[in-house]
C-alpha cells in the first residue's frame, strides 16, 4: 500500500491512500474474518482514540487545539463532545506542562 501500485487503493484528493485494514470480532471457537474498512488517515487515528478512551476511563488526550477547535487537521474533531473537558484538554504550548501532567 502506499507505493503507487496498489490499483484498488482508496485516494484522497492529493492521491494518498487512505485504505485501512480491520478485523471483525468472532466468537472464540471461530477466527476472525478480516475485512477492509476504507478511511482517511485522520479517521483511522480519530477512531483510535476514541476506541481508546472508551475501554479505559483514564485514557485522555491533552494538547494545542485538540478541544474546541478538533485538533490539527480535525484529527479530534467530536471528542470533546463525547467525552467532556475533563478527558479532552486544550493545553497552551508547554512542553514542561506536559511532563508534569505525565507524572
Not at 478485523?23 to 482514540?49: F, G, L, W
Not at 484529527?75 to 473537558?85: D, H, T
Not at 478527558?87 to 511532563?99: G, H, K, M
Request: hydrophobic share 35%; proline share 6%; aromatic share 6%.
Amino acid at each position: 500500500m502506499g507505493t503507487g501500485g496498489d490499483a484498488d487503493a482508496a485516494r484522497d484528493e492529493r492521491g494518498a491512500d487512505v485504505s485501512a485494514v480491520a478485523v471483525s470480532s468472532a466468537p472464540d471457537n471461530e477466527p476472525a474474518t478480516p475485512t477492509t474498512t476504507r478511511m482517511s488517515y485522520r479517521d483511522a487515528v480519530r477512531e483510535a482514540i476514541r476506541a481508546a478512551m472508551r475501554d479505559d476511563p483514564r485514557v485522555f488526550l491533552m494538547g494545542e487545539d485538540v478541544g474546541r477547535y478538533g485538533g490539527t487537521y480535525a484529527v479530534s474533531r467530536g471528542l470533546l463532545e463525547e467525552f467532556g473537558p475533563e478527558r479532552i484538554r486544550d493545553t497552551p504550548l508547554s512542553e514542561s506542562a506536559f511532563v508534569g501532567m505525565g507524572i
